[in-house]
């Protein structure tokens, strides 16, 4: 299984920034895809999921209205769109795979991270 993860970058507050994260070797329609973030001396944090199958998507609070996940099945991919970025938005970010049914912070698949940085 691989998650490569692209597209992070250096953006001024205010900015978008598209993630994609190409999967291979895994039966997507199983699972959850998530992405986190880990902010410099932070523990890594849950910023949201679509379960594949579904396209039904969750976020954490602070990400709502500005971060949109979606997925392409063609190519295996699922996109962190993240607009009207802040600063505290920088961190380094990981896509991950989780079975279906199991809990959000049960992660089976780690991709490597990419990192973001919003400079004000």
């Known amino acids: 299984v691989q998650l490569q993860a692209s597209g992070g970058g250096l953006v001024q507050a205010g900015g978008s920034l598209r993630l994609s994260c190409a999967a291979s070797?895994?039966?997507?329609?199983?699972?959850?895809m998530a992405w986190f973030r880990q902010a410099p001396g932070k523990e890594r944090e849950f910023v949201g999921d679509i379960i594949w199958v579904a396209g039904t998507t969750t976020y954490v609070d602070s990400v709502k209205g500005r971060f949109t996940i979606s997925r392409d099945n063609a190519k295996n991919t699922v996109y962190l769109q993240m607009n009207s970025l802040k600063p505290e938005d920088t961190a380094v970010y990981y896509c991950?795979?989780?079975?279906?049914?199991?809990?959000?912070?049960?992660?089976?698949?780690w991709g490597q991270g990419t990192q973001v940085t919003v400079s004000s």
């Open positions: 070797g895994i039966t997507l329609s199983r699972y959850v």
């Open positions: 991950a795979a989780r079975l279906l049914f199991k809990g959000r912070f049960n992660t089976d698949y």
